[in-house]
């Protein structure tokens, strides 16, 4: 029996690779013998360099850049196997896991060192970028970026403005006369982690989606499919008994193009089911039924403080994984 496990990370707690060693230690203790195909996967946000890295044999490319809130901060980008790519993360940077919680405000907050991360890869010859941006601590549109690579914004008396989000409305003017001539040679492509709109309620990273647009030419694509194209998911899921998917939130947004969506949507052109797994069941949940996800489940065992549900995000999900195995094990030998 093939089980494909492809869980993105469940934010602030697990890492997409240690949600499948979770889930497959769960489901081992019920199904020993089966084969278990883990696929770390990412849609745009964090652990779309982790899973590119690995699925392309490529390596990790560290360096010092400007945190969000302007103090530095040790980021990193990945290069594919081939290394002809960059893949960065505007998590890595300007996320909002760099920020702790008691000073994160977006209004003073910077996307500069995305820029910076953008303008290594430049240095390095890199002509090919994939740009993440979930995960943002920014809502600056994008100056602090563009800000990075030349571009200058100025206010009504011709003032340099500083790039962050408070900024945003005193714009009266932008120069780009210094903007690095590199990009115009460089294939930008921006993986969205869900198809959300530039502003409102449901506006998304921070405006550094239109800002690559803008400043850098880039194609804006749904970063499930960058992500899954690069693991082959496919080829795996083929003759597979179950797929099992999940990330730290499912509800109505999921079916925006976040990744259990993109896994489910796969795991359907085979017949596969698929079961997902989070650590909150969020309101709207039910929409993912209509796309292909089978059963949802919580890993939660209990309310508890938001710190101690984070510390424990490991041993619930082996326990809930271990849980769901048992169900299927006991259903298997119902009798109609």
Known sequence: MKIVIAPDSFKESLSAEKCCQAIKAGFSTLFPDANYICL????????????MVAATGGNIVTLEVCGPMGEKVNAFYGLTGDGKTAVIEMAAASGLMLVAPEKRNPLLASSFGTGELIRHALDNDIRHIILGIGGSA???????????????????????????????????????????????????EVACDVDNPLVGARGAA????????????????????????????????QGAALVITGEGRIDSQTAGGK??????????????????IAGVLGDGVEVVHQYG????????????????????????????????????????GIKN
């Open 40 to 51: 770390p996967i990412a849609d745009g946000g964090e652990g779309t360099v982790d899973a």
């Open 206 to 237: 921070g405006g550094m989606g239109i800002a690559a647009a803008v400043f850098l030419n880039a194609d804006i694509k749904p970063g499930i499919e960058i992500v899954l194209n690069a693991v082959n998911l496919a080829q795996a899921v």
């Open 138 to 188: 920014t809502v600056d549109g994008g100056m602090g970026m563009a800000q990075a690579l030349g571009v200058r914004f100025l206010d009504a008396d011709g003032q340099v403005l500083a790039a962050n989000g408070g900024n945003l409305a005193r714009v009266a003017s932008i120069e780009m006369e210094e903007c690095d001539p590199r990009l115009a040679n460089c294939h930008i």
């Open 259 to 276: 990744a259990p969506l993109g896994v489910a949507s796969v795991a359907k052109q085979f017949n596969v089911p698929v079961i997902g």
């Open 293 to 332: 996800i089978d059963a949802v489940f919580s890993i939660l065992p209990r309310l508890a403080p938001l710190a101690e549900v984070l510390a424990s995000g490991e041993t619930n999900l082996f326990n809930s994984a271990r849980n769901i195995a048992c169900a299927i094990k006991i259903g298997q």
